[in-house]
């Protein structure tokens, strides 16, 4: 799934209940903060990939994109599967990371793979130690990093 602008639109209107896989590539757009009514609206997600492999410079999202009254129900009935792909080590993607991990009660695996240019920045012991430190909700989670 592109995100487009006019995609972020439709996936806070449209009940996506049968939807059980879904892969993401982020575009220009402010994709971040049409995510949670998104999982809302996906009730039986179990495998959520977000790729940021094509993603030049991921957009900045508000600073209330996962505020919400409530959690979405697949984060605490069925997302076992998280994968991160183009981890640059960006506020927004810390962001992403710190919200799955410490929302999703089922999670079994959460795998995230670093961007090349990760691995020259001089803060990436910093930033893989963060990134092991935020804390689960799912205490049987693995947390595998790949590069």
Not at 8 to 35: A, G, N, V, Y
Not at 94 to 112: H, M
Request: aromatic share 8%; charged share 25%; proline share 5%.
């Amino acid at each position: 799934m592109l995100l487009t602008d006019e995609m972020i639109q439709c996936c806070s209107t449209i009940k996506f209940s049968r939807l059980t896989k879904c892969k993401i590539f982020p575009s220009d757009s402010e994709w971040m903060d049409s995510l949670v009514p998104f999982l809302q609206n996906t009730p039986n997600l179990n495998f959520l990939i977000v790729d940021y492999t094509f993603t030049g410079r991921p957009p900045i999202a508000s600073s209330s994109w996962s505020e919400s009254n409530y959690d979405p129900k697949c984060l605490s009935t069925s997302l076992e599967k998280f994968e991160l792909i183009g981890y640059g080590g960006r506020d927004e993607e810390q962001e992403l990371v710190d919200y799955i991990l410490t929302k999703s009660i089922c999670l079994e695996t959460a795998k995230i793979s670093l961007r090349s240019t990760f691995l020259e920045l001089e803060d990436k012991d910093t930033r893989l130690e963060e990134l092991k430190a935020i804390p689960r909700a799912s205490i049987t989670s693995q947390l595998l990093l790949k590069t």
